[in-house]
């Protein structure tokens, strides 16, 4: 049974669409992230989920209930649905066991019994003992644990993260994931994960939902994103894409199309029910892209090289396009400076599916 269910939701402002015509169906348990770059929708859609925005149009569920639609809104606090922000929003005055058990005071909850789910809570997130420390006394990362105690401690239905760890250096948010991830593994808590942040969603996420300009790009798993992106958007989006036209020479056959890139004729995957067609484009990735000096490939200059520490990101333009640019990484010692000609070749690729009327 779905957790969450968004059904044809969209919010507008004035007249503009935040979020337009949005529906997700998020399992009992589930991890989704929602990627995707600033101004897309991400964080108007958990707003809407969170219930501080209401529905322009279609309908929001938790569960079997009905917690929002163009008739009617629930109030946020009836919603059970917990929310970690990334600025934390912890009370200083108060200890790390007060700011846990806030709203359990305020529902007038047994002290023993508040006592106890406190204490639960810590231990949830590895933090048994710091009950009595104050904010200020604690890292950066144990206060995002704190902030997750304080969430859990009302055994929401639903948890959302607002893009927990945007504030946390780089060193904490990695082992910030390895918590996340444990507690999802050991709670089994449905939740929804807004990030701009494509390595945090590639980590953590079951399913991946992509916005752009307020509409759901695709919604797929890490693995299919990344290998079988649904349009340009996400090619490019996701891991830096590198989109370049094509002209399908052969229909689907067992998954694979030929196809004309460049002047070089190549096979790539491709949808089953592809047929040849020209103003195609291939998705295509870095790992995907060999020096080919004496064999088959495309010519070119290196435009720039960007040494990286062990190796260089080198930026290349094919003569038959000079207007593109395809970027590969080359460990030391790196061959290529900027300028040299060289030839590449493809090796793989995945042909980016024909839109709606094409």
Same mark, same amino acid.
């Given at each position: ?5 968004? &059904? ?31 101004? +897309? ?105 704190? =902030? ?37 593994? $050991? ?59 094509? &002209? ?8 694979? +199309?030929?196809? $004309? ?21 291939? +998705?295509?990735?870095? =790992? ?23 190796? *260089? $990101?080198?930026?290349? *333009? ?41």
């Amino acid at each position: 049974m779905a957790r969450l269910s968004l &059904d044809h939701v969209t919010k507008s402002f004035a007249n503009f669409d935040a979020v337009k015509d949005v529906s997700i169906d998020v399992a009992d348990g589930e991890f989704l992230a929602v990627l995707g770059p600033s101004g +897309c929708g991400k964080t108007t859609l958990l707003r809407l989920v969170a219930g501080f925005e209401k529905v322009s149009s279609g309908e929001i569920r938790i569960g079997s209930d009905v917690v929002s639609s163009s008739v009617g809104s629930v109030a946020p606090e009836k919603r059970r649905v917990g929310i970690v922000f990334q600025n934390y929003a912890l009370w200083p005055h108060m200890t790390v066991a007060e700011n846990i058990g806030y709203s359990l005071k305020v529902a007038k909850l047994d002290k023993a019994v508040a006592r106890q789910k406190v204490q639960d809570a810590l231990a949830l997130v590895n933090l048994q003992g710091l009950g009595e420390r104050r904010p200020a006394n604690l890292s950066g990362g144990q206060r995002q644990r704190v =902030a997750l105690a304080r969430c859990l401690v009302a055994a929401p239905s639903l948890v959302l993260f607002d893009e927990p760890l945007a504030n946390l250096d780089v060193h904490l948010r990695a082992s910030m994931e390895d918590e996340f991830a444990a507690f999802h593994k $050991r709670t089994g808590t449905t939740i929804v994960y807004i990030t701009h942040d494509q390595a945090e969603a590639m980590a953590l996420a079951d399913r991946i939902a992509v916005m752009d300009h307020g509409r759901l790009a695709q919604l797929a798993t890490p693995r299919e994103l990344y290998h079988e992106p649904a349009n340009e958007m996400v090619a490019s989006f996701i891991s830096q894409g590198i989109l370049l036209p094509a &002209d399908v020479l052969t229909g689907e056959d067992g998954g694979h +199309c030929k196809v $004309r890139v460049l002047g070089t004729e190549l096979v790539v995957r491709c949808r089953p029910g592809e047929r040849p067609r020209a103003g195609a484009k291939i +998705c295509c990735r870095s =790992a995907d892209l060999d020096v080919s000096p004496d064999g088959p490939g495309f010519d070119g200059f290196v435009k720039r090289l960007i040494y990286q520490g062990g190796g *260089a $990101r080198i930026e290349f *333009a094919p003569a038959a396009g000079p207007d593109l640019t395809l970027h590969f990484e080359q460990p030391d010692p790196v061959a290529l400076g900027s300028g040299a000609q060289a030839r590449l070749r493809i090796r793989s690729g995945w042909l980016i599916p024909a839109g709606p009327g094409s």
